[in-house]
């Protein structure tokens, strides 16, 4: 009996060309549609700094719901680009256009159109003034953000963030996903 193998037949070598490129393709279509979710849908983001305490720390990491797709809201943790900062920021924004924003520094609270907000996320009352006076009416199209940390914040009471433009929004904090610790909704 000869020893000698057979050759592969050419349907099998085409068959694993055809596998080839099918997964090939299969590859490239979930790259981009990874690509279009983490450009279009969400974001991921590192907090950088001490001003979200005690709702979210130094290094937490984040998932965005991309501005997109989103309008910010009063309540909403967002992340912002503000010009003259190498990282985005992380804050709560507390008026949207056209709401006037007043804050009693001396007993420490923050009033949205002459109701004292209830912020049981901070970690102390508002006595760090900024730069700005107030009251301020928000402008259009702008909202008016600040850190839960609210004495160790740069935020809207600073002429360096000030009232926020909303394609400076890059969207909406939806939860922490790391550290393991901290993971969850964000309130």
Known sequence: MDNQSSPVPETAKKDSALDWHIWLRDILICMAIVTIVFVFVVRLVIVDGESMEPTLFDKDMVVLLSNAIYNPAVGDIIVLRAPGYDQPLV?????????????????????????ALDEPYTLEPT???????????????????????????????????????????????????WPLSHLGGVK
């Not at 008026?95 to 609270?109: M, R, W």
């Not at 953000?145 to 904090?173: C, I, T, Y």
Request: glycine content about 10%; proline content about 3%; aromatic content about 10%.
């Open 91 to 115: 804050k709560r924004v507390i008026a949207t256009e056209g709401q006037t924003v007043d804050i009693d520094f001396a007993a420490g609270i923050v009033y949205v159109d002459g109701v």
């Open 127 to 177: 006595y760090s003034m900024g730069d700005q006076s107030f009251p301020q009416t928000i402008a259009e199209d702008c909202v008016f953000v600040l850190g839960d940390n609210r004495n160790n914040s740069s935020d809207s009471r600073h002429s360096r963030v000030g009232q926020v433009p909303e394609e400076q929004v890059l969207g909406k904090v939806l939860f922490t996903f």
